[in-house]
């Protein structure tokens, strides 16, 4: 009987968790039409007391679960076809992504803070350096696709890995301005990790069996 790590609909779960992610900000600016999408951050449509907060949520909480489901997967198969540093850098790359999803259902921001310039916080601080251990587990996975000749993966992790940092970085920077396309910034910065996400699913789900 087939292992479940290797059917491609749970390798392929994490595009669709991607996909949903992707979409957060295209649903949000249809059903609440004060978030705007330019203007705010995207944890704005999670902040306490908003709306949609538990609409929100869940949808992040269904759409990072499915991403779980592949790296599982992934680590699963590593660990079947002996990839050591391929299995300890999905690992890394699971375990930061569970930290990340957990962290923003547990702790959102006030919509204050969403709407407004504050002082840096013990969240940003938090999450600052989480972006940068999830930016630094791409790239490192990036490294451990190419030393087993996955040569796209390995392109495309760096590439999205170093490309979320400097979203990131630029929205803390234009925030601090008062420049008005945070969410802009803030937006692109988590659509590249889903996609980062969504691209690592459908690599291998091409060499999934069926």
Do not use: C
């Not at 997967?73 to 992504?97: E, G, N, Q």
């Amino acid at each position: 009987m087939q292992p479940w790590w290797q059917k491609k609909i749970t390798v392929g779960a994490g595009m669709v968790g991607s996909l949903l992610l992707i979409l957060q900000s295209v649903l949000g600016t249809i059903v609440w039409p004060t978030y705007k999408i330019s203007q705010f951050p995207l944890a704005m449509l999670t902040a306490k007391g908003t709306p949609y907060e538990y609409v929100f949520k869940t949808l992040q909480l269904v759409a990072g679960g499915l991403v779980l489901v592949t790296l599982i997967a992934l680590i699963r198969y590593a660990l079947a076809t002996k990839k050591a540093t391929f299995d300890r850098d999905l690992r890394v790359l699971t375990l930061s992504w569970l930290v990340w999803l957990l962290l923003q259902f547990v702790w959102p921001i006030s919509i204050d803070v969403a709407i407004t310039t504050k002082p840096v916080s013990i969240r940003d601080i938090v999450f600052g350096l989480l972006i940068i251990i999830m930016a630094f587990a791409m790239i490192q996975l990036g490294k451990s696709a190419r030393k087993n000749r996955f040569e796209s993966l390995r392109n495309a992790l760096t590439l999205l890995g170093i490309l979320y940092v400097l979203f990131n970085f630029l929205s803390y920077v234009v925030t601090l301005l008062g420049w008005p396309i945070h969410g802009f910034l803030d937006v692109m910065a988590n659509d590249i990790l889903a996609v980062a996400m969504g691209f690592l699913s459908w690599y291998f789900m091409r060499l999934a069996e069926s």
